[in-house]
């Protein structure tokens, strides 16, 4: 089994439509979550992180954790074509001097004008 | 707004060369990354570095491969003798201190072609 799993579309959604991005892991160690966009070519860029379980909100962004599930989600409100890239999920332990992220495979996400 | 860089953004090299790959982290962040994507795979830790260190390296980080900061502000990445395989987007990351590891700021990357 994956240590992360990321459907990796691609989706295609409406402008103003509502992206529901999700992964699922295996290793129930992983306590931090992170959200990454990544526009062709480009370096990941840092969305959001959550610590544990719980939801968090930042602007048009919301991230989810069930950890007893382990099962995160990033949804996007109000979907705008620049949001148009791949969301890569990206997690980590708290164990060890430090942080290696462990990636999921990436969502490629259209928005349509 | 501080971001890391990385040069050069494309390098080209023959199988067997060695390459290094130079990244300037932000300026004030303490530990330092090195993360490859091979075309169409995830992104893949290789290597962490604190201290003038090595913290952390995966299994792809063999002895082909070595990290330093040879000075306060460059953190570079060697391939002694390159494969084909080595074929990548390579990313440069860092982040600033040990209560924010996982917070990690990306460079743009560098794609390294073995030909």
């Known amino acids: 089994q994956k240590e992360v799993e990321q459907d990796p579309g691609p989706l295609s959604v409406p402008e103003g439509a509502i992206v529901s991005l999700n992964c699922t892991y295996s290793?129930?160690?992983?306590?931090?979550f992170m959200w990454y966009r990544q526009y062709s070519r480009k370096g990941p860029e840092l969305l959001m992180y959550?610590?544990?379980?719980g939801n968090k909100e930042d602007g048009r962004f919301t991230a989810q954790v069930d950890k007893s599930s382990k099962y995160i989600s990033l949804f996007i409100r109000d979907s705008q074509p620049s949001d148009s890239a791949t969301y890569l999920c990206?997690?980590?332990?708290?164990?060890?001097?430090?942080?290696?992220?462990?990636f999921g495979s990436g969502t490629q996400l259209t928005v349509l004008p | 707004e501080p971001e890391v860089t990385q040069t050069p953004s494309h390098q080209v090299t023959q199988m067997g060369q060695e390459v290094i790959l130079r990244c300037v982290p932000i300026?004030?962040?303490?530990?330092f990354y090195w993360y490859r994507q091979i075309l169409g795979q995830k992104v893949e830790f290789l290597v962490s570095?604190?201290?003038?260190?090595?913290?952390?390296k995966s299994e792809i980080f063999d002895d082909q491969f070595s990290v330093e900061r040879p000075d306060g502000s460059n953190f570079t990445l060697k391939i002694r003798s390159t494969k084909l395989e080595d074929s990548a987007m390579y990313f440069c990351?860092?982040?600033?201190?040990?209560?924010?590891?996982?917070?990690?700021?990306f460079g743009p990357g560098t794609r390294l072609t073995v030909t």
């Open positions: 990351a860092s982040s600033e201190d040990w209560r924010e590891l996982y917070e990690q700021y």
């Open positions: 290793n129930s160690a992983f306590q931090y």
């Open positions: 959550t610590y544990s379980s």
């Open positions: 990206a997690m980590t332990s708290t164990s060890g001097s430090a942080r290696q992220l462990t």
């Open positions: 300026s004030n962040h303490l530990y």
């Open positions: 570095f604190y201290n003038n260190e090595i913290s952390e």
